[in-house]
């Protein structure tokens, strides 16, 4: 739970450091950042925010009503980013090691990559690309394995795996290319194994 809490953080910063949004938005910008499989909930986004609001990471700001608005209707809250959650933001889009290109965090740190050194983004990019080729390559071996033991909807269902992952390297092969200005061989024929 820390570790998604980290995440959310992350995003967090990231977004309002583009500009100050309201928390409709915010949950609607970064259900689209996580993607389907981990949508966000109201009940997940506002203890997030409340933290890093005790944190002085983001400030609320109240907006005027709305004229003709009914006067029981509260004002609209806006979240900014402090100059404190700026520094955060930074300090954690610099940090390289394996939580920067594990799953989990790794979309949300790629979404906000212009943000960060080209040395950062080459060694996240490089970490991932490391820690998808041990996948591949384990995945690989218990397909070999396993083919003969089980049946063809689970052998699909692990070709299936193997060819995510190797599109995923092949992209991340081309992305590293791409931030060291190279032109090499295809990175589909890099990865290519059989």
Do not use: C
Request: charged residues 30%.
């Amino acid at each position: 739970m820390a570790r998604r809490g980290e995440t959310i953080e992350l995003a967090v910063l990231g977004l309002l450091h583009e500009g100050p949004m309201h928390g409709y938005e915010l949950r609607k910008r970064l259900n689209l950042m996580l993607g389907w499989g981990r949508l966000l909930s109201y009940g997940s986004l506002y203890p997030a925010l409340k933290k890093m609001l005790r944190g002085n990471l983001i400030k609320e700001v109240t907006g005027p009503l709305t004229p003709g608005a009914p006067i029981s209707r509260r004002p609209r809250i806006t979240y900014e980013v402090t100059e404190k959650g700026t520094a955060e933001f930074h300090r954690l889009m610099s940090e390289v090691g394996p939580a920067a290109w594990e799953d989990d965090n790794f979309d949300i740190r790629f979404r906000f990559f212009s943000s960060t050194d080209m040395e950062i983004r080459l060694r996240v990019l490089e970490g991932r690309r490391s820690r998808l080729q041990e996948r591949l390559d384990r995945v690989q071996r218990e397909l070999a394995m396993t083919q003969k033991e089980v049946d063809r909807y689970a052998t699909e269902l692990q070709r299936h795996g193997v060819e995510s992952v190797e599109r995923e390297v092949r992209w991340l092969s081309d992305l590293i290319n791409a931030e060291r200005g190279t032109v090499g061989p295809p990175a589909a024929a890099a990865t290519d194994n059989e």
